[in-house]
């Protein structure tokens, strides 16, 4: 059995709260202060931490040991901002040979469902800033919050992928088993990856749940199920901050890390990087005909635009990419990119007021109406300025989230 661990790495730049008052007065959007305390409290409890972790088990393990990252270029942009010390960690980790480093889009977007032009910009913005950090070209491609279909397949594979990372959702799946590799449907052989979301949450989510019926996790349990299970290879992909922010240290969790890889290598299991995986013959062909992602028991695209102030606030967003970038303006251009992270709309759902608190984590906003509003807000602004800039009248009308609601 082989065992592919990657993570997520991603902050988003948070918006300040921003008046309507401030309309045309003030272009300042994003929270300075609490961008970098998060940052730093995050690198203390997570990154520092957990990236020494890593370095001295791939060390102790001669390389048998193996992790990969998708670090988004908001997050990178804060490491050089507020902890230039965790940039400098994760390029000790990449020197070790024993660290992969996968694509997406820079600013975590949600780009390849209303600008296929712009998702490609941001890749290749990716892309750059891979090479500039750690030397390398990325082959496998991680889309943001694992959201992929059959079109994306294809449109990333004529980009130069090999492989792509996805969620091993049951519906997709059917009777097959996320721990093999397959061929993507729509591609020439574009191999897919497919989380296993029961082991990956075990971690990610159960691992300090008392009232789960397997806590405590040991290491020898978990072990006994990977080594269990069918299959040739079980991808556990999960939020890096699952390490010290999610599941705080008194909770054991970097314990669990430093002994898991001996213990599953003492038991023949290899671990392997996700384009180590581009070698293995393809089980079957996957057909995602609808969008799938890794977010809530649903498996789609609802968490980000399945309400009606996620969809206006998105769509009025991207109906003015193309004017910001005809006013060749790379500051304005850049907090465009900047609203385009998916976390923004992510903010405004409203599920969560009945399946549970996972949309409140790391909420600044009392409401999804807060969100929205303070949202459209910067956007009006930033139309007025790209009104200035391009000398072209650009518009919208802000409406009351009741009302929106109202028309679903």
């Not at 384009?275 to 005909?289: C, P, R």
Request: proline share 3%; aromatic share 14%; hydrophobic share 35%.
């Amino acid at each position: 059995m082989n065992i592919c661990l990657y993570f997520q790495v991603h902050q988003p730049f948070r918006m300040r709260k921003y008046s309507v008052f401030e309309i045309g007065n003030n272009s300042e959007y994003f929270d300075e202060k609490k961008n970098r305390e998060i940052m730093e409290k995050v690198a203390r409890k997570c990154y520092l931490p957990t990236n020494n972790l890593l370095l001295k088990l791939i060390n102790d393990s001669e390389g048998k040991f193996k992790v990969a990252f998708s670090i988004t270029g908001t997050a990178i942009e804060q490491f050089e901002k507020y902890a230039p010390q965790v940039l400098d960690s994760f390029k000790k980790l990449s020197k070790t040979g024993a660290v992969e480093f996968l694509s997406e889009t820079y600013y975590h977007s949600l780009s390849y469902i209303y600008s296929k032009e712009e998702f490609k910009e941001q890749v290749l913005m990716h892309e750059r800033k891979m090479k500039e950090l750690f030397g390398i070209k990325p082959k496998i491609f991680r889309n943001t919050e694992l959201i992929f279909n059959n079109e994306l397949a294809g449109f990333v594979e004529e980009m130069g992928y090999k492989g792509a990372v996805a969620e091993g959702a049951d519906h997709i799946l059917d009777w097959r088993s996320p721990n093999y590799v397959y061929k993507a449907k729509n591609t020439k052989n574009l191999k897919l990856l497919l989380k296993n979301y029961k082991l990956s949450d075990d971690i990610a989510f159960r691992f300090s749940e008392r009232s789960w019926k397997d806590h405590p996790l040991t290491v020898e349990k978990f072990a006994d199920w990977i080594t269990k299970s069918p299959g040739e290879t079980i991808n556990l992909f999960m939020d890096y901050e699952t390490f010290g922010e999610h599941q705080w240290d008194e909770t054991g969790i970097f314990q669990f890390l430093e002994l898991m890889p001996q213990e599953l290598i003492n038991r023949g299991v290899s671990f392997v990087n996700p384009s180590d995986l581009l070698a293995f013959e393809s089980k079957d062909e996957i057909d995602m005909h609808n969008f799938v992602s890794w977010a809530d028991v649903e498996r789609d695209l609802s968490a980000w635009i399945g309400n009606s102030i996620q969809k206006t606030a998105i769509s009025e967003l991207y109906k003015i990419g193309e004017s910001v970038k005809e006013t060749n303006n790379p500051l304005l251009l850049a907090e465009w990119r900047k609203l385009t992270t998916s976390d923004h709309f992510y903010y405004m759902c409203t599920k969560w007021f009945d399946d549970g608190d996972v949309h409140k984590y790391f909420n600044p906003y009392d409401s999804p109406y807060d969100a929205y509003i303070n949202f459209m807000n910067i956007l009006n602004d930033l139309t007025h300025r790209l009104n200035a800039d391009n000398k072209k009248e650009v518009s919208f009308v802000v409406e009351r989230p009741s009302e929106l609601l109202n028309k679903r």
